[in-house]
């Protein structure tokens, strides 16, 4: 085994939390598991149908996608976030491709990029970790980079993530175009992981980068990452998309291409079904919501405070004491969180309480926390 050097990755943060774990599991009405934001809710029928559909699918699958999936991904986005669909404003079918998720892509996109040792990759300060295991595989230099703080030397990557995890906080119009700017000035692709842009709170609007209103007509050096995984509860058919600048979509695809990096058949199936409904992703979005309603004055109540959290899946909240300590009294409890300090260490006094579990496991939570 000499010879093999595997990447030096952090450790497995969810390992961290077996013991916490084990303790929730113990309760006597059963966990509330609201750690890992993984669907609970059904995959829409139509979606499951299309799966079905296709299942005998014996040949190679296009690594760039069905041209009806990249239609029905185009036509998604300009209808349900006002993405530009003329060919000026980049948002051709070309300018498409499919994702085996988008936690795959995220992972490799500095490498597929062809970014190295002399390149930053840059992302918020409190971020989704697998921006940071990203930049580690390409062998480039991660670095968090606060709202306000401009973006460091040598910057060619910038993740950008409205609705964020772990915070559920929106980056408004003018944000998004102040970064865009700057990367704009640097050369530095900007990458918008959009995973949440479908599932703001009440009265909340999230804007997408692909909106002309952020770019002003061009998306030259930007991408848009989307996910079906929380949009559409299809976490376990690993689907995403990359949408955006028409070169860079073609670099990608060209490498993707020579590394198999393929979205199967009946899932391509699948997403072109779930991107063709908005039905679905409304009845996903009150689902959240309602529950969004039920746990923040819960915890509120139990002496939290819920900083942001307006958009999204998670609600960001502080009991002012280290993270794992809020960690196991809320275990104590039955209830199962993630520490901050997995997003960063700007969360080392914080936590991320899920909103995807059942509405009986997150009322089950309300009436705990007020016991
Ligand atoms: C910000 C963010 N990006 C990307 C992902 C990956 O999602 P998926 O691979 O299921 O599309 C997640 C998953 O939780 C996420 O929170």
């Not at 699958?61 to 999936?69: E, K, R, S």
């Not at 971020?127 to 980079?145: C, N, S």
């Not at 930007?222 to 509860?233: G, R, Y």
């Not at 990608?252 to 979205?263: C, E, F, N």
Request: net charge negative; glycine share 10%.
């Amino acid at each position: 085994m000499g010879a093999v050097r595997f990447p030096a990755l952090p450790d497995f943060p969810w390992d961290s939390l077996a013991g916490a774990a084990a303790v929730a599991r113990g309760h006597h009405d059963g966990v509330v598991d609201l750690s890992v934001g993984t669907p609970v809710d059904p995959v829409p029928d139509a979606v499951g149908e299309a799966l079905r559909a296709a299942w005998d699918s014996p040949g190679y699958p296009q690594t760039w996608g069905t041209p009806a999936l990249r239609e029905a991904a185009v036509e998604a986005l300009a209808r349900r976030h006002g993405a530009g669909r003329s060919p000026d404003e980049g948002l051709d079918p070309d300018a498409v491709l499919p994702t085996v998720g988008s936690k795959e892509l995220v992972a490799w996109l500095p490498t597929l990029l062809g970014l190295g040792a002399d390149d930053v990759v840059a992302f918020p300060d409190l971020a989704y970790p697998t921006y940071e295991v990203g930049a580690q595989l390409a062998g480039a230099r991660p670095a968090r980079v606060g709202d306000h703080q401009p973006l460091p030397a040598g910057t060619r990557l910038v993740w950008l993530n409205s609705p964020s995890n772990p915070t559920g906080r929106v980056l408004d119009t003018a944000a998004l175009t102040a970064r865009v700017a700057q990367a704009r000035e640097l050369g530095a692709v900007v990458a918008a992981d959009e995973c949440y842009l479908a599932l703001p709170g009440p009265g909340v609007r999230a804007t997408s980068v692909l909106d002309p209103v952020v770019h002003g007509g061009s998306v030259e050096g930007l991408l848009a990452v989307h996910s079906l995984s929380k949009t559409s509860n299809l976490a376990g058919y690993r689907a995403g998309l990359v949408v955006g600048d028409p070169a860079l979509v073609a670099g990608l695809l060209q490498v993707r291409k020579h590394a198999g990096m393929i979205v199967p058949r009946p899932v391509q199936e699948a997403m072109t079904a779930a991107l063709r409904d908005d039905a679905h992703v409304a009845d996903t979005r009150a689902r959240y919501d309602a529950r969004r309603g039920v746990l923040r004055p819960a915890l509120e109540a139990a002496g939290l405070r819920v900083e942001h959290s307006e958009a999204g899946l998670y609600l960001w909240a502080t009991a002012d004491e280290p993270c794992r300590a809020t960690v196991d009294r809320l275990a104590a409890r039955g209830i199962l969180v993630a520490p901050g300090e997995f997003y960063g260490p700007a969360g080392a006094s914080h936590v991320r309480v899920a909103l995807t579990a059942s509405d009986e496991r997150i009322a089950a939570a309300a009436r705990r926390l007020a016991e």
